[in-house]
């Protein structure tokens, strides 16, 4: 954990969300400015900046939120309608909390990438 990181705070209960998910590895909780009507943050309570800095220590982690990320989808009723899995990297990538953390999005129909 990082002293001054926000994810770690949350993850700490010192600051206080919507937690809609919760094991030893990661809690899950929805964005305080939600992009889509279905909006959850999944982050590994392991303080990891960015995926540039995740090791190979880190595979099953990452494996772990990705199927975080659609066990959620599920239980929130987007799974069949469709959703979205993101993670950003840096500043350019669109990362402005330096914790890794992966966003679920849907609820609409999202936007054409690419």
Known sequence: MSADCLFCKIANKEIPAEI?????LVISFRDINPQAPTHVLTVPKKHVTTPNDAEVEDQSLLGHMMLTGTKLAAELGIDESGYRLIMNCNKEGGQTVFHIHLHLMGGRQLTVLG
């Open 20 to 24: 809609v998910y919760e094991d030893d």
